[in-house]
C-alpha cells in the first residue's frame, strides 16, 4: 500500500506541477471558419454585478461579495469539443501535455524536498482519469477515484484503450491551461477572465446561484450533467448520463449560453489566489485577476477553474454554482475539465 500510496503521490506531481489575456486587437486573429461553423460565439453585453458568492453557502474564497464592471465581450457558446480541438491539432500538429513525457529533472522540482525519486514508468505519457469506487470511502482521500493512467490524453479519454470516436460533440478533456492556451491563440481567441466567466454563467439573472436560477439541480428537470446518487460509487445517471455529455445536451442560460454548469471544469485566464477577493477594488473595470497566485494549503501556482463538472454534487463538489472556483496547475489533464474561449470588442473611442 505504502508504494501505491506514493505512486499516487508522484502521479499528482505529474499532473498538479506547473499572460493573461490580450486587450489590443492584435493579439485576436481572425476565427478559422471551421472553428466559427462549430462554436458560434455569443456577445454578452457590458454591464456590472455583485461577484462572488450571493448567500452563506459558499465557500472562504468566494467572498466578499464585491462590484465588478465589464466591457462587452464574446464567449463560445459551449465547450470546445474534440471536432473543434482535431481541427486544431490537424492545422498545427500540437501535442498535448498529456502526450509528452515528463523528465526526472523536471518532476523532482515538483515534489517536497526529500522524496525518493520516481519510478520510470510515472515519467511516461499519461494523465489522471476518474474511475468510481465499488463503495463509499473517505471524500477527503482522492486517490480513492483518480487514477494516474499511461497513455491516457484527449484521443484517448479512458486509457489508450479508449477513443473519442462518434464524440466529436464532446467536450474535449486532458487539456492543461497551456493547451488551452495554445488552441485560443490559433483560434484568434483568448481565455476568459474570471470575472468574465462568472457574469457570462449568471446568464443576466441578479443574486441567483444557478445559471438558470434558484431551483437546486436535484429537482426537477435536470439541468446540468453532475452526479446523482452517492458519490463516488453510485451514479443514478438521472441526467442521462454517466461520464461526459454533449455539448448542447440541456437548456442554455439567458445568454443563450450550453453547459455553464457540470460537464467539464472550465479553465479561466487568472491565477488562483484565495484572498483575491479581499484585495480587489470594488468597481474596478475589466480585473485580470490576481497578480500573483496564492494557495495557502499548496504553494504551487494555479489558475482558476470554473464550472463544476459530471462528478460534482451535494455530497461532494457543489461546483455548478455560479461563484463557485476551483484551482490547478497549468499543467493539469484531467478527464473531467476542458475549456471555453472568450474574444475582446474592440471599441474604437474609449
Given amino acids: 500500500m505504502k508504494q501505491v500510496s506514493t505512486l499516487f503521490t508522484i502521479s499528482l506531481a505529474i499532473i498538479f506541477s506547473a499572460c493573461q489575456p490580450g486587450s489590443h486587437p492584435t493579439d485576436e486573429k481572425d476565427i478559422p471558419p471551421v472553428v466559427e461553423k462549430l462554436n458560434p460565439m455569443v456577445l454578452i453585453p457590458g454591464g456590472a454585478f455583485e461577484m ?97 493512467v499511461r497513455g491516457a490524453d484527449w484521443r484517448h479519454p479512458n486509457g489508450p484503450n479508449s477513443s473519442i470516436e462518434g464524440k466529436d460533440n464532446y467536450p474535449v478533456v486532458h487539456v492543461s491551461w497551456n493547451d488551452a492556451q495554445a488552441y485560443a491563440s490559433w483560434a484568434g481567441k483568448r481565455l476568459p477572465t474570471e470575472a468574465e466567466w462568472e457574469f457570462a454563467a449568471r446568464g443576466a439573472l441578479k443574486g441567483q446561484p444557478f445559471p438558470w436560477g434558484s431551483e437546486i ?70 480585473p485580470q485577476g490576481a497578480n500573483a497566485p496564492h494557495d495557502p494549503l499548496d504553494p504551487e501556482p494555479k489558475r482558476v477553474i470554473r464550472g463544476g463538472s459530471f462528478m460534482c454534487s451535494d455530497e461532494y463538489c457543489r461546483g455548478y454554482r455560479v461563484s463557485a472556483r476551483m484551482k490547478t496547475s497549468p499543467t493539469s489533464g484531467l478527464s473531467n475539465l476542458g475549456f471555453r474561449c472568450a474574444r475582446s470588442v474592440f471599441r474604437a473611442h474609449r
Fill in 52 to 148: 462572488g458568492a450571493d448567500d452563506d453557502t459558499g465557500m472562504p474564497d468566494e467572498y466578499p461579495r464585491h462590484l465588478v464592471k465589464l466591457d462587452s465581450f464574446w464567449i463560445d457558446g459551449h465547450e470546445v469539443t474534440n471536432a473543434e480541438f482535431s481541427a486544431f491539432v490537424a492545422a498545427t500538429g500540437y501535442v498535448t501535455t498529456a502526450e509528452q513525457p515528463i523528465s526526472k529533472a523536471e518532476l523532482m522540482q515538483t515534489l517536497p524536498p526529500g522524496s525518493p525519486e520516481p519510478d520510470s514508468a510515472m515519467l511516461l505519457p499519461g494523465s489522471l482519469v476518474f474511475v468510481p469506487t465499488q463503495e463509499a470511502v473517505d471524500l477527503n482521500d482522492v486517490s480513492q477515484w483518480w487514477s494516474f
Fill in 217 to 286: 439541480p436535484q429537482e426537477g428537470k435536470s439541468k446540468a450533467n453532475i452526479w446523482s446518487g452517492h458519490f463516488p460509487y453510485e451514479n443514478t445517471k438521472k441526467d442521462g448520463f454517466e461520464g461526459t455529455a454533449p455539448v448542447k445536451s440541456f437548456a442554455p442560460n439567458g445568454y443563450q449560453l450550453y453547459d455553464m454548469a457540470g460537464n467539464v471544469w472550465e479553465w479561466t485566464a487568472d491565477w488562483y489566489n484565495s484572498d483575491y477577493y479581499a484585495q480587489e477594488t470594488p468597481g474596478r473595470l475589466n
